[in-house]
């Protein structure tokens, strides 16, 4: 079984921002793959599904980015999901507009929600796949740039992205990470 975290903020104000793009990509795979619904459980909403052949568990935490751990680590427990078979789905400031890039540990690099799930599992060893939102240019506008809303004209960009993502998710799902991203950059294309 694998659980895959999309990370983001709850609330309708703020379902359009960049900070939410993880919650995009695993409504897109929960959609595109027939996954049941959604249910309120380990503090956020979590839908179970198949994909190549592998059970996965959805979830989005309820927490709030910066208590994201306070979600997944309780959901990982009670469904015996070991640290290596958990991703988390995140927005990147470090990668062009719907560029991904998938690995495994490392560094939150400022990032709220990867840093609660280090804290909640004591290591930074689980997977990321990392959506880029792109770099406002300066640090002084990263918090406008993450919690500002997608704008119209990324519209285009990030409909495709969120589709390979889905289109793409049985290469994750078989631990093929590598082409899984080349999947989604073939796909992406335009």
Do not use: C
């Not at 959604?38 to 208590?67: C, D």
């Amino acid at each position: 079984m694998l659980l895959w975290v999309g990370l983001g903020n709850p609330g309708a104000e703020h379902a359009k921002q960049r900070h939410n793009i993880g919650f995009m990509a695993v409504e897109r795979i929960a959609a595109r793959h027939r996954f049941g619904p959604w249910r309120s459980r380990f503090k956020g909403e979590t839908s179970e599904g198949q994909i190549a052949g592998q059970r996965i568990v959805l979830l989005k935490p309820h927490t709030y980015m910066n208590a994201s751990g306070n979600s997944v680590q309780p959901a990982a427990a009670f469904h015996k999901i070991p640290l290596a078979d958990i991703t988390a789905f995140h927005d990147e400031l470090d990668l062009a507009p719907g560029k991904v890039r998938v690995k495994k540990g490392g560094g939150a690099a400022g990032h709220n929600g990867l840093r609660d799930m280090q804290r909640a599992f004591a290591s930074p060893d689980f997977w990321r796949v990392r959506l880029g939102i792109g770099h406002p240019g300066h640090k002084d506008r990263v918090h406008g740039h993450v919690l500002g809303n997608f704008a119209k004209v990324d519209g285009e960009w990030l409909d495709r992205l969120l589709d390979a993502v889905a289109d793409a998710a049985p290469l994750l799902a078989e631990g093929k990470p590598e082409e899984f991203m080349t999947k989604v950059a073939l796909l992406t294309q335009g």
